[in-house]
């Protein structure tokens, strides 16, 4: 039997915030030097979630093509520079070709899964639009992260190799391809990780919050399937398009290399 919903009050949900507790005091005793970091990153977690629920609630109610492709922009603008925050040792001025990176995988991604395999009506519904946008875009931000660092990483690693190959008439791509693939292999690890443990080792944020939700199980597993799949799609795609789009700005007009091994 499939049991209803069970609701969280304000009392509640105010005890839950003696988890962080634990991690207070790991800190305090370790002497890490995060309490501040903790209170403010809990505060921030409070302010940001509720106020998402009550914006969501106000666009579930508008139902509005406009607002929830406005709001999806945003997001994807958000994502950009969030993630390039993420990246050290980057040259200047990436945050068009990460936005554009984050705006193919997402738009691809997303209206791929709303349209043609959930098959939402109207297909501007935000409930599903903007739930199944947010994964898309939080996890291709990981990973676009992930492959724009170790990226010039492995470029300033490589930096007499690559200088070699430009020197023997080489090319920017020939030049920085080993590394390309390392960045790519990077910014998919993590999806395959979670692929090979889901169902063994966890049960995944889909599928816990459709079965919190009352679900029946088999069919939230499905729903999980398709999440993860579309995951590792917005993974690839992101970083494929990322690494793409930047890995040139290593080398100025004239083909020379500009990053250095520190």
């Given at each position: 039997m499939i049991s209803?919903?069970?609701?969280?009050?304000?009392?509640?949900?105010a005890l839950a915030t003696f988890f962080i507790m634990a991690a207070g005091v790991v800190s305090v005793v370790m002497s890490l030097g995060l309490l501040r970091s903790l209170a403010i990153a809990t505060l921030r977690t409070y302010l940001q979630l509720i106020a998402l629920g009550f914006v969501l609630t106000?666009?579930?109610s508008t139902y509005s093509?406009?607002?929830?492709?406005?709001?999806?922009l945003f997001m994807m603008l958000m994502t950009a520079q969030i993630l390039l925050k993420r990246v050290k040792h980057k040259p200047s001025n990436l945050y068009f070709s990460t936005f554009t990176a984050v705006f193919i995988s997402g738009i691809i991604v997303t209206?791929?899964?709303?349209?043609?395999i959930v098959q939402v009506e109207p297909w501007y519904d935000p409930r599903y639009v903007l739930t199944i946008g947010g994964m898309v875009l939080g996890n291709s931000m990981n990973a676009i992260a992930?492959?724009?660092?170790?990226l010039f990483?492995?470029?300033?690693?490589?930096?007499?190799e690559v200088n070699q190959a430009l020197a023997f008439g080489g090319t920017r791509w020939e030049a920085s391809l080993p590394s390309i693939r390392t960045a790519l292999t990077a910014?998919?690890?993590?999806?395959?990780?979670?692929?090979?443990?889901?169902?063994?080792?966890?049960?995944?944020?889909?599928?816990?919050?459709?079965?919190?939700?009352?679900?029946?199980?088999?069919?939230a597993a499905k729903y999980q399937i398709v999440v993860m799949l579309m995951?590792?799609?917005?993974?690839?795609?992101?970083?494929?398009?990322?690494?793409?789009?930047?890995?040139?700005?290593?080398?100025?007009?004239?083909?020379?290399f500009m990053i250095n091994d520190e």
């Open positions: 209803e919903t069970i609701v969280i009050g304000w009392l509640e949900l106000w666009i579930f093509a406009w607002i929830v492709l406005g709001v999806f209206f791929s899964v709303t349209g043609l992930l492959s724009l660092e170790r990483d492995d470029l300033s690693k490589r930096a007499a910014g998919m690890t993590p999806i395959l990780n979670s692929m090979s443990a889901v169902g063994l080792v966890s049960i995944p944020g889909m599928m816990t919050g459709q079965l919190l939700a009352g679900a029946d199980p088999v069919e995951i590792s799609a917005a993974s690839a795609l992101g970083s494929m398009c990322s690494v793409y789009l930047v890995y040139n700005r290593a080398f100025d007009s004239e083909w020379r």
